[in-house]
């Protein structure tokens, strides 16, 4: 059984930072792409931001120059380090792997974590 665990959102003054962090567990035999998406109140859930299994990034306009994803392949542990945050950034953000597991390959989320930021 794979799970994703997410951890370390929270509350914050804009302009701040926060590090997002998701931990892939179970029987993992290797994870391709991973993506941050978010889902703020009353609209549809956003792709923020993605990395490859070879590092290539890419980025939603509205973050590109703040935010930074990043993975550790070890650890299977993907990061979204957010800086200069906006009150507009106010979300529920979610984290998603694509993962070839022993039952075969299936796409797998987070429980998802509240960031707020303050204006």
């Known amino acids: 059984q794979v799970q994703l665990v997410e951890s370390e959102g929270g509350l914050v003054q804009a302009g701040g930072s926060l590090r997002l962090s998701c931990a892939a567990s179970?029987?993992?035999?290797?994870?391709?792409?991973m993506d941050w998406y978010r889902q703020a109140p009353g609209k549809q859930r956003e792709l923020v931001a993605v990395?490859?299994?070879?590092?290539?990034?890419n980025y939603a306009d509205s973050v590109k120059g703040r935010f930074t994803i990043s993975r550790d392949n070890a650890k299977n542990t993907l990061y979204l380090q957010m800086n200069t945050l906006k009150p507009e950034d106010t979300a529920v953000y979610y984290c998603?792997?694509?993962?070839?597991?022993?039952?075969?390959?299936?796409?797998?989320w987070g429980q998802g974590i509240q960031v707020t930021v303050s204006s």
């Open positions: 998603h792997m694509a993962i070839a597991a022993m039952g075969g390959r299936s796409d797998y």
């Open positions: 179970g029987s993992i035999l290797g994870i391709g792409a």
């Open positions: 990395i490859l299994g070879g590092g290539g990034t």
